[in-house]
């Protein structure tokens, strides 16, 4: 299968600020991708979305509540409501849960502290379309965020568990989660990143595309994108 | 016009990491008898007469605050 064929359209909120590292690192690994500004409303041309990091509209009142009701997020909740693959970076994660395209919320860090450092995650079974890695893999990804604590009640979370929804977990270096768990922002369950029911909307607080060309220190980001831009395919049917 | 004080504060159940480090705090300058700080958010909000009062709390479960970590309670001031 060759390079072309998937089209990825990154969405930019005025604030966003990983959206040139998304771009960056798509087009690293051959693939075709440009930016939609949160004032368009027109998506045909694009087979996947990324919502990329940042501080849409400031991160006031909270943070993604503003970003959306975005003009663009109405056409991006049809996009996904059709079963076509929608990433949500850190802030992008967030905008996704204020859209209730993900369950949960995701609160201040537990220690309060902004937290920038390479985590190890673990990759966990389940049915997000976005991720074709074995169970167990362990990535390591850097985190750059106050509000990634993410939360929910008892019953979404067992919803979660129970459906494969879990994606990613911070976990220790050799891929185990001690009892306390390990999350360094106090995620439940040690929680990183979900996808929904269907599998086609993922979110998660890590940063794969700051760790595709070595700069930052770790390449796992490119072989996490090769995944899922495989899986983003077979989703498109190309 | 209207004036309305909104009160958003964490869900019961949800962690409020600041409430819990404020209440942390006050335990180390000695206040013994604190069981508990919760910190929220106070939204003043101005609005013709003709916004209902329907139409407020729609703001505040649409956008003002998140159902789904935090409850809110609105006082015509």
């Known amino acids: 299968m060759g390079t072309q064929g998937c089209r990825f359209g990154v969405v930019v909120f005025p604030g966003s600020n990983c959206e040139q590292d998304v771009i960056s690192a798509l087009r690293h690994l051959g693939l075709e991708a440009s930016y939609v500004w949160h004032q368009d409303t027109d998506l045909s041309g694009y087979d996947a979305l990324v919502l990329p990091g940042g501080f849409s509209y400031g991160d006031y009142l909270r943070c993604g509540a503003v970003a959306r009701f975005s003009p663009v997020m109405e056409e991006v909740v049809r996009f996904a409501g059709a079963g076509r693959p929608v990433i949500g970076i850190c802030n992008g994660f967030q905008v996704l849960t204020e859209a209730r395209l993900l369950p949960g919320a995701l609160i201040r860090n537990r220690r309060l502290k902004f937290i920038c450092a390479p985590v190890p995650l673990r990759v966990e079974k389940s049915v997000c379309t976005w991720l074709d890695l074995p169970e167990g893999t362990v990535l390591t990804l850097p985190i750059n965020h106050n509000e990634g604590n993410y939360t929910c009640d008892d019953h979404t979370l067992a919803e979660l568990v129970e459906g494969g929804q879990v994606v990613l977990r911070y976990c220790l270096p050799d891929g185990t989660r001690p009892p306390g768990g390990c999350a360094p922002n106090g995620s439940l369950d040690d929680i990183a990143g979900i996808c929904n029911a269907a599998g086609n909307v993922f979110g998660l607080m890590p940063h794969p595309e700051r760790a595709v060309d070595g700069i930052s220190g770790c390449t796992d980001g490119a072989g996490f994108f090769s995944a899922v831009v495989a899986s983003a395919r077979e989703v498109v049917g190309r | 016009m209207r004036h309305y004080q909104i009160h958003v504060t964490a869900k019961k159940g949800i962690f409020d990491p600041a409430g819990t480090t404020a209440q942390h705090a006050l335990e180390n300058l000695g206040y013994d008898g604190v069981r ?32 789904v970590i935090e409850d809110f309670d609105i006082k015509e001031a």
């Open chain 2, 36 to 67: 508990g700080v919760k910190i929220g958010k106070l939204i003043e909000l101005a609005a013709d007469d003709s916004v209902t009062a329907d139409e407020v709390a729609q703001m505040c479960a649409r956008l003002l605050a998140n159902p």
